[in-house]
């Protein structure tokens, strides 16, 4: 499995931006997709994910402001990001999570991190 992360770059503060995430299978061969950041000197942390079924989550700190949307006809997942402030700065990962069926494991795939950086 790939994935392929684009859409990054600088933004200012306010302004919004829209990161793709492209997977090399359907969407729906996955449990889940998301997607994870990581700020400068911080652990990755969960943005928001998108289930097979449809269903969201997202992190307390971006609701309202981001939304995930799979577009499973070109096996790609997006994340809409509005009104950015300088603490959404970090690089963003794109992630897929199926059930291994033999070991009933989950398996994570990552994609290459996209950097955003939102100036003040």
């Known amino acids: ?3 392929q992360a684009s859409g990054g770059g600088l933004v200012q ?3 919004s931006m829209t990161l793709s995430c492209v997977a090399s299978e359907s969407a729906f ?3 889940h997709m998301a997607w994870f950041r990581r700020a400068p000197g ?3 942390v969960l943005v928001a994910r998108i289930l097979r079924t449809g269903g969201t989550n997202y992190a307390d700190s971006v609701k309202g ?3 995930i949307s799979r577009d499973s006809a070109e096996n790609t997942v ?3 990001m509005n009104s950015l402030k300088p603490e959404d700065t970090a690089v963003y990962y794109c ?3 199926r059930v291994n069926s033999d070991s ?4 994570d795939y990552w994609g290459q991190g996209t950097q955003v950086t939102v100036s003040s």
């Open 95 to 97: 992630n897929a999570v």
């Open 42 to 44: 911080k652990q990755r």
């Open 65 to 67: 402001r981001f939304t």
């Open 104 to 107: 009933l494991t989950l398996v």
């Open 78 to 80: 997006h994340l809409r």
């Open 29 to 31: 061969n996955f449990d």
């Open 1 to 3: 499995v790939q994935l």
């Open 13 to 15: 503060a306010g302004g």
